[in-house]
Protein backbone atom coordinates (compact mmCIF):
# COMPACT_ATOMS: atom_id res chain seq x y z
CA UNK A 1 0.00 0.00 0.00
CA UNK A 2 1.55 3.77 -0.96
CA UNK A 3 1.81 6.06 1.66
CA UNK A 4 3.21 9.43 1.64
CA UNK A 5 3.43 10.94 4.16
CA UNK A 6 4.22 14.85 4.99
CA UNK A 7 5.83 16.35 8.06
CA UNK A 8 7.51 19.79 9.02
CA UNK A 9 4.42 21.97 9.04
CA UNK A 10 3.04 24.28 11.78
CA UNK A 11 2.94 28.28 12.90
CA UNK A 12 5.73 30.49 11.85
CA UNK A 13 6.04 34.10 11.76
CA UNK A 14 6.18 36.41 8.88
CA UNK A 15 10.05 36.19 7.45
CA UNK A 16 10.76 32.57 9.12
CA UNK A 17 11.42 29.37 8.04
CA UNK A 18 10.04 25.88 7.66
CA UNK A 19 11.46 22.78 6.06
CA UNK A 20 8.66 20.11 5.16
CA UNK A 21 9.40 16.43 4.27
CA UNK A 22 7.79 13.90 2.38
CA UNK A 23 8.04 9.88 2.79
CA UNK A 24 7.08 7.57 0.43
CA UNK A 25 6.44 4.17 0.90
CA UNK A 26 5.35 0.91 -0.27
CA UNK A 27 6.28 2.22 -4.33
CA UNK A 28 7.60 -0.69 -5.81
CA UNK A 29 7.96 1.10 -9.55
CA UNK A 30 9.92 4.06 -10.51
CA UNK A 31 9.12 7.67 -8.89
CA UNK A 32 9.18 9.95 -12.07
CA UNK A 33 8.77 13.37 -10.55
CA UNK A 34 8.12 14.11 -6.88
CA UNK A 35 6.11 17.58 -6.14
CA UNK A 36 4.80 19.82 -3.68
CA UNK A 37 1.00 21.71 -3.84
CA UNK A 38 -0.30 24.09 -1.82
CA UNK A 39 -4.24 24.63 -0.97
CA UNK A 40 -5.10 28.00 0.39
CA UNK A 41 -8.51 28.12 1.92
CA UNK A 42 -10.96 29.06 -0.67
CA UNK A 43 -8.95 28.34 -3.15
CA UNK A 44 -7.81 26.02 -6.04
CA UNK A 45 -4.81 23.77 -5.21
CA UNK A 46 -1.86 25.06 -6.89
CA UNK A 47 1.58 23.75 -7.96
CA UNK A 48 4.35 24.94 -5.73
CA UNK A 49 7.59 22.68 -6.76
CA UNK A 50 8.19 19.54 -8.82
CA UNK A 51 11.20 17.96 -8.35
CA UNK A 52 12.74 15.30 -11.40
CA UNK A 53 14.50 11.86 -10.65
CA UNK A 54 17.30 13.17 -12.20
CA UNK A 55 16.96 16.42 -9.58
CA UNK A 56 15.56 19.05 -12.03
CA UNK A 57 13.41 21.26 -9.95
CA UNK A 58 10.36 23.84 -11.19
CA UNK A 59 9.25 26.29 -8.91
CA UNK A 60 6.20 28.26 -9.06
CA UNK A 61 6.54 31.85 -9.36
CA UNK A 62 5.26 32.75 -5.78
CA UNK A 63 8.68 30.23 -4.77
CA UNK A 64 10.79 31.17 -6.96
CA UNK A 65 14.01 32.36 -4.91
CA UNK A 66 12.46 31.63 -1.32
CA UNK A 67 11.74 27.81 -1.61
CA UNK A 68 14.45 25.10 -2.57
CA UNK A 69 12.92 21.43 -3.13
CA UNK A 70 15.15 18.46 -3.29
CA UNK A 71 14.66 14.86 -3.36
CA UNK A 72 16.22 11.78 -1.61
CA UNK A 73 16.13 8.87 -4.45
CA UNK A 74 17.25 5.93 -2.25
CA UNK A 75 15.02 6.99 0.85
CA UNK A 76 12.18 7.93 -1.35
CA UNK A 77 11.94 11.37 0.54
CA UNK A 78 11.68 14.97 -0.46
CA UNK A 79 12.03 18.01 1.23
CA UNK A 80 10.71 21.69 0.80
CA UNK A 81 13.28 23.97 2.38
CA UNK A 82 10.67 27.50 3.06
CA UNK A 83 12.51 30.72 3.61
CA UNK A 84 11.38 34.53 3.86
CA UNK A 85 8.01 32.97 4.27
CA UNK A 86 4.91 35.11 4.02
CA UNK A 87 0.68 35.18 5.39
CA UNK A 88 0.36 34.62 1.57
CA UNK A 89 1.98 30.81 1.76
CA UNK A 90 -0.95 30.03 4.07
CA UNK A 91 -1.91 26.76 3.31
CA UNK A 92 -1.97 22.83 3.25
CA UNK A 93 0.61 21.81 1.35
CA UNK A 94 0.74 18.61 -0.34
CA UNK A 95 3.06 16.11 -1.49
CA UNK A 96 2.71 14.20 -5.02
CA UNK A 97 3.86 11.43 -6.94
CA UNK A 98 4.35 10.26 -10.23
CA UNK A 99 5.15 6.48 -10.86
CA UNK A 100 5.72 5.05 -13.54
CA UNK A 101 4.37 1.87 -14.60
CA UNK A 102 5.78 -1.39 -16.45
CA UNK A 103 2.95 -0.40 -18.86
CA UNK A 104 4.39 2.79 -19.43
CA UNK A 105 1.86 4.58 -18.06
CA UNK A 106 1.77 6.46 -15.00
CA UNK A 107 -0.15 6.65 -11.75
CA UNK A 108 -0.27 9.80 -9.25
CA UNK A 109 -0.42 9.57 -5.38
CA UNK A 110 -1.20 12.09 -3.07
CA UNK A 111 -0.27 12.76 0.64
CA UNK A 112 -2.52 13.97 3.59
CA UNK A 113 -1.26 17.06 3.83
CA UNK A 114 0.57 19.18 6.38
CA UNK A 115 -0.93 22.68 7.38
CA UNK A 116 1.56 25.69 6.66
CA UNK A 117 0.55 28.84 8.56
CA UNK A 118 2.31 32.32 8.37
CA UNK A 119 0.91 35.09 10.97
CA UNK A 120 1.90 38.65 10.08
Known amino acids: QVQLVESGGGLVQAGGSLTLSCAAS????????MGWYRQAPGKQRELVATVSSGGNTDYADSAEGRFTASRDNAQNTMYLQMNSLKPEDTAVYYC??????????????WGQGTQVTVSS
Open 96 to 109: NVVVRLLSGSRRTY
Open 26 to 33: GIIFPIDV
